[in-house]
């Protein structure tokens, strides 16, 4: 072996790591410009021969064997951190938070005529409240859909593909509401055409807002949020319009501006291109994935989304109809106890960012556990996996408590600072905060577990339990509403996510229990 | 992954005499996306085919203008494509299959999986058993629906049991009885389980054409030795259909690019290599005929036990009626062109490297590079450093470029890159549009160039930049005299119709009987590579900063343009018969640069320098590239006083003049030559014999000197044996002069073997004269 060749073999070591045979390191000689001119100089027939030499003596010299050591530890180090989702957690999860919070503060601005007008805008806010409960099982499903693997490629193509997706879903929900305004008087028949309306401008902020945080740009949307909550309030306060025109200008501007930002973001990513070259071809990651696949991949998770965002609302609608008689203040709800979902709502805000931040960088963290674990030993991925899941609900629950204690502070400070406020809250609030509060951190729980099932392709279990909950909950709901007080209805929805965290759990500990398996079929 | 289907399908094969061969091609193996494929289908209007593409579709399939003899078209995802699905197979097979039970996985599938990855580890398994493995595998997928299949514990099982009995535990003293260091392995070596995912994932996309009925045909043309050979090889042994396969570039060897590229673990690595050789080895031995585009890949067959007897080359065809000088409007400043990705592959850094270089000689030299982003972290790296090196005046990124010609009629010089390929596309697309080629020495660019362009060892900007620099030196006249005599070379070697026949004649050959040739229609005329919207070129480049991307809109200071109504008659300059024979049958290449350029051994400077030598030199051989009318028109003795060729009157007068290059004119003509002349020509025999036996050296040269006589070519070969250099050196240019029957050989050899740089040089300088005067009758010969 000459001096020659164990230079060249510490070359190709550091540029190739382990040699898988001659072919390769011919390969890696001819890439460094060495052909057989060279191999001849160096007393060799040609470069096969070379090569060939090249890896024996990669196995036999001590330099090269700790330099492909070397190599071959930073490559599987660089897989491990390619695994790793995108920001810190907590920024993540702030991002997820940060335009729920604005929406809300937004919906306060806007509605805070009606709550002090009283009941004055009685049909149009019906007509609007439906109008935005409808639209929103459509957004949820929307924008887990986008999240779906391989539901979005690269390029404006990439982007308009699941909007037009996002559009005809829209439509057929905005149908689906309108033959069931024709065919029942659920608001005023004036209203309709308010409804429709408003379903479909809202329908489209969620649409525009799902598309921007899809394309990472979750801070925008609060910005557009902001923007759009600025607009009505600047055109109802200080022009003096009508509530419906300020609402509407907002919302279209918010929508405008989210889509905008998307639209941008998705023209700055480039579709890989095919490349001139004679081949060589690096590794493709994220060509846009046939229409197909992505229905496929989004068809669950768009069924979890809506079943699962209809088990939220269902026990509310039940609670508006248990009234005899109806309120006749805002919605026909009770503010009593709407005001404890509001509170529960707002008080697992934090879990839910949680939850949602720890799902997106889920599969990433078992990619890399799995990247960690040699291959004689796959049951070691079992218990780092689910410490990964353990964790991520410990950090919930603890958020869930944190906002508990901290609406409950800003619930009391509010209603010593608002008559109105005190006026509302009742002994009924705080029952349906009592009941709902634990019910929508198992719903969180349930999510994050969906999360799960969706990383390892295995989302049967996801739909079966959202739509058994959702089924669960409606008829428990109904019943309760029938014989039992207003604020009991709170339980159904208790009932239905018991149901559906029990489902959507087991089926993920039961993939977590061979995770090699499941990871190997993803396909 | 179910495959797309053209909505024509199914086009069922109608009854007719028109023979039906199935076209299969693979992105990244395949050469420039569909080239050889678009070239096929195009310009064989008398053949049907069906197109089975893997990864990006051909050009000819794109847009609307399909050719009507493209029956059918099929296409799946690239085996890397991390966005597609498991495979499921095309449509009306799908709703035949079912979920296999996982019984019938663990029964069945499992053994034919394990047979066929056994098969792949195996040296004996590449050919009729690996065939067979394919054929159980392929009729499992009939029954079965591929993508739970591929899903099943079963399949995890197999490969998890094969990555592991390839690594033996050195815990295992059962696995490793002689605790042989090299048999076992630690346990931070050993495979992960996310590798053996994904080596499951790879493997069922990598097999992905079993799930598609393979159409009959009457011919399998394979464009790789990949996974898109899996239907030649079934079509093969189970019907006996010919295989052709013709390679641009070479499966295994791109593969293992391809997977470093990707910064793939080792037991990935070699998963994918063994599928990817055993596949390559089991298509080679079944082929009946392989096409290599150049030696260069034949090498690598040859390597992978391809057997000798079923290769010819078949070089790759281009368009050179699209690709021409074309005219436009030019900087006045000198511009190098080069049109490239951005990315590790075709190292834009040494293009960095190189401008700094040039501008320190040239100082308004200008680079321009076309070519989109594929590495972005690169592309930030090489913009940083173009502003820390100052060169944002000199090196100019435009982006993407659809009319390749007009951007490299943009330039004075072509430069490439490459790290490695085997036979970039730019480099014969600049030397049939006529423009300067500096290339670095990789794959089989300098077997492609065949002397009509210089090339440089990988990395070494500095002798890339003596090449450019001097190459820019020149005349704009002189080199528009080397750049046609390039773009000669280049027709007569790359154009499209001799393309189109050698395939006829590779068809006929295997049974398929085509009408005679016809003049391709409109062949190649789809552009692969998109027009880029104005707003579209590289996003990230400062505006301001950016050149147009197009011809067109060329810098505002663009005034030269160059000549489009130039006429260049086709002719062929390849070097004849006997050489081709005598370099292929010793494995020396026909190339006619100094060998030694492309050694990177040499270290930066002693490399530059020699590459600078033979750039001056080659310079030289290009000036006495005639003009083709006017030196034509000259009297015969007015070339002796061309200022171009001094000492090589003769070259000049007969290239340009095809009459001269007959031997008894040539004498003629020499009568005129000082130093040449009746009184050498009439030299008696005797009087040579001993002047060439003389002890003097200087008396020996001197006879040589005086040689003119062609019958004399023995004695010049035999003196290129002689101990003085200097002997050597007449000898060799005698032989370039005498254009002897042995003349080509015998310089070849001395190119690639004499010890003498200068007699290397010179015998590249004289059998660059050889080539010029073997050049064929423009006006009746035949190419």
């Known amino acids: ?523 | 992954m179910r495959a797309r289907e053209s909505p024509a399908q199914p086009a069922p094969h109608a009854p007719s005499t028109r023979p039906l061969v199935l076209l299969t091609t693979e992105e990244g193996l395949s050469g420039e996306p569909g080239c050889l494929a678009n070239s096929l289908v195009r310009g064989l209007a008398d053949v049907d085919f069906v197109v089975w593409s893997l990864g990006a579709v051909p050009a000819v399939l794109r847009g609307r203008n399909l050719p009507g003899n493209v029956v059918r078209t099929i296409s799946q995802p690239s085996w890397n494509d991390l966005a597609g699905e498991p495979p499921r197979g095309n449509g009306r097979a799908t709703r035949r299959r079912s979920r296999p039970s996982p019984r019938e996985v663990e029964r069945t599938f499992v053994p034919l999986l394990r047979t066929f990855l056994e098969t792949t580890i195996d040296p004996a398994g590449p050919g009729e058993r690996l065939a067979a493995a394919l054929l159980d595998l392929r009729d499992a997928f009939r029954r079965w629906e591929p993508g739970a299949t591929w899903r099943s514990p079963g399949a995890w099982d197999v490969v998890r049991d094969h990555l592991l009995v390839r690594t033996p535990d050195a815990g295992r003293p059962d696995v490793d009885p002689d605790g042989d260091r090299a048999e076992a392995w630690s346990a931070d070596e050993l495979p992960t389980v996310g590798e053996a995912a994904q080596a499951l994932r790879w493997l069922g996309r990598l097999l992905a054409p079993l799930t598609v009925e393979v159409p009959w045909a009457d011919l399998v043309h394979a464009t790789a030795a990949g996974c898109s050979a899996i239907p030649g090889i079934l079509a093969k042994v189970e019907r006996g259909t010919p295989l052709i396969l013709s390679e641009h570039g070479v499966a295994p060897r791109d593969r293992y690019l391809a997977l470093r590229s990707m910064g793939t673990p080792f037991h990935l690595k070699r998963f994918v290599g063994d599928v990817s050789g055993a596949l390559a080895r089991t298509t080679y031995r079944l082929a009946d005929r392989m096409t290599p585009a150049s030696r260069y890949s034949m090498r690598w067959e040859l390597a992978y036990g391809a057997a000798r007897g079923n290769i010819e080359v078949v070089p790759p065809g281009v368009d050179d009626e699209r690709f021409r000088p074309v005219a436009v409007p030019r900087s006045e400043r000198p511009t190098v062109v080069q049109i490239a990705p951005v990315d590790a592959e075709h190292d834009p850094e040494t293009l960095l490297s190189v401008a700094e270089i040039v501008r320190r000689e040239i100082p308004d030299v200008m680079f321009v590079h076309f070519g989109e982003v594929v590495d972005q972290s690169l592309w930030e790296r090489v913009r940083r450093l173009r502003g820390e090196r100052g060169l944002e005046e000199t090196v100019r990124f435009a982006g993407p470029v659809a009319d390749v010609p007009r951007a490299l009629a943009l330039g004075d010089v072509a430069l490439v890159t490459s790290r490695s390929e085997t036979l970039p596309p730019p480099v014969l697309e600049a030397a049939t549009c006529a423009v300067a080629v500096v290339a670095t020495d990789t794959g089989g660019v300098r077997e492609a160039l065949n002397g009509g362009g210089i090339v440089a060892p990988v990395g070494n900007a500095a002798a890339l930049a003596d090449a450019v620099a001097a190459t820019l030196r020149i005349s704009p006249e002189q080199r528009d005299r080397a750049r046609l005599g390039a773009r000669e070379q280049a027709v007569s070697r790359f154009g499209l119709r001799r393309f189109l026949d050698d395939y006829r004649a590779q068809y006929a050959a295997l049974g398929i009987e085509l009408a005679p040739a016809r003049e391709p229609a409109g062949a190649a005329t789809d552009e692969v590579i998109r027009v880029p919207e104005a707003e579209e070129v590289i996003a990230a480049e400062p505006t301001a900063d950016a050149p147009a991307e197009t011809a067109d809109e060329a810098p505002a200071d663009a005034e030269a343009t160059l000549e489009t109504d130039v006429e260049v008659p086709p002719a062929d300059s390849e070097t004849g018969p006997e050489d081709e024979s005598a370099a292929a049958d010793e494995g020396v290449r026909d190339d006619v640069t100094d060998e030694r350029a492309g050694e990177p051994s040499a270290g930066g400077g002693r490399a530059a320098a020699e590459a600078a030598m033979v750039v001056d030199r080659w310079l030289d051989v290009w000036k006495r590239v005639p003009e083709p009318s006017p030196a034509a028109e000259e009297p015969a003795g007015a070339a002796a006083d061309q200022p171009d060729v001094p000492g090589h009157p003769v070259e000049a007068t007969a290239a340009a003049d095809p009459e001269a290059a007959a031997p008894e004119k040539i004498g003629a003509r020499d009568a005129s030559v000082p130093g040449g002349g009746d009184e050498a020509a009439s030299e008696r025999p005797a009087d040579l014999r001993s002047r060439l036996a003389d002890p003097d050296p200087l008396v020996r040269a001197e006879a040589l000197r005086d040689l003119n006589d062609p019958s004399a070519t023995d004695a010049a070969g035999r003196a290129m044996a002689d101990d003085a250099p200097q002997v050597r050196l007449e000898a060799a240019r005698a032989l370039g002069r005498l254009n002897g029957p042995r003349a080509g050989r015998l310089l070849t050899e001395a190119l690639s073997a004499d010890p003498s740089r200068e007699v290397r040089i010179e015998a590249v300088d004289a059998l660059a004269a050889l080539l010029a005067r073997r050049r064929p009758d423009r006006t009746g010969g035949s190419p």
């Not at chain 1, 489209?204 to 921007?212: R, S």
């Open chain 1, 1 to 523: 072996m000459t001096e020659g060749v164990e230079e060249l073999t510490l070359e190709v070591t550091a540029q190739a790591g382990r040699l898988a045979g001659a072919a390769e390191a011919a390969s890696v000689l001819e890439s460094m410009g060495i052909g057989d001119e060279r191999a001849k100089t160096m007393g060799r027939a040609n470069v096969f021969r070379l090569a060939a030499e090249v890896v024996e003596e990669q196995d036999r010299s001590p330099a090269a064997l700790a330099g492909r050591a070397r190599v071959e530890a930073r490559l599987r180090s660089d897989r491990v951190a390619g695994h790793r989702a995108p920001g810190r957690a907590a920024l993540r999860g702030a991002a997820i938070a940060v335009p729920v919070v604005a929406s809300f503060a937004a919906s306060t601005v806007l509605t805070a005529s009606l709550w002090n007008d009283g009941p004055a805008g009685i049909e149009r806010a019906t007509a609007i409240g439906l109008a935005a409960a409808t639209s929103l099982p459509v957004a949820a499903g929307f924008v887990l859909a986008m999240g779906a693997p391989g539901a979005r490629g690269p390029g404006v193509h990439g982007t308009l593909r699941p909007a037009l997706a996002g559009i005809v879903a829209a439509v057929v929900s905005g149908l689906a509401l309108w033959a069931a305004l024709s065919a029942k008087d659920l608001i005023a028949p004036s209203e309709v055409g308010v409804a429709l309306g408003y379903f479909a401008m809202l329908s489209a902020l969620w649409l525009a807002g799902g598309l921007a945080v899809a394309a990472g740009r979750e801070w925008w949307v609060t910005i557009a949020f902001a923007g759009g909550t600025a607009v009505a309030v600047v055109l109802r306060l200080l022009v003096e319009t009508s509530l419906a025109t300020a609402q509407s200008a907002g919302i279209l501007a918010a929508a405008a501006v989210a889509l905008a930002v998307a639209v941008r973001t998705a023209r700055g990513i480039r579709t890989l291109p095919r490349s001139r070259t004679n081949g060589s071809r690096t590794g493709r990651a994220g060509g846009p994935a046939p229409a197909r696949v992505s229905v496929r991949a989004a068809v669950p998770v768009v069924l979890f989304g809506t079943a699962f965002a209809a088990l939220v609302f269902v026990s509310q609608i039940a609670t508006w109809y248990s009234q005899s008689p109806p309120h006749d203040w805002i919605l026909s709800l009770r503010p009593d106890t709407q005001a404890g979902w509001t509170w529960a709502l707002v008080a697992v805000l934090g879990a839910v960012a949680v939850v949602a931040a720890s799902a997106q960088g889920f599969a990433g963290s078992v990619a890399a556990v799995a990247d960690r674990t040699p291959l004689t030993a796959p049951g070691r991925m079992t218990p780092e996996i689910a410490a990964v899941r353990r964790r991520a609900i410990g950090w919930a629950i603890l958020a869930a408590v944190a906002g508990a204690a901290a609406s409950f502070v800003v619930v009391v400070a509010w209603m010593a600072a608002s008559t109105s406020m005190a006026d509302t809250v009742g002994r009924d609030t705080a029952f349906v905060f009592a009941i709902v509060g634990p019910g929508l951190i198992l719903a969180a729980l349930a999510a994050f577990d969906c999360a799960v099932l969706v990383t390892f392709r295995r989302p049967r279990a996801a739909v079966v339990g959202a739509v058994a909950g959702l089924a669960v909950a409606a008829a428990a709901s109904v019943v309760l509403a029938k014989v039992a007080a207003g604020w009991t209805v709170a339980a159904g929805f208790d009932a239905g996510v018991v149901v559906c965290w029990a489902l959507v759990g087991a089926g993920a500990r039961r993939v977590l229990r061979a995770p090699d398996v499941a990871l190997a079929g993803r396909g």
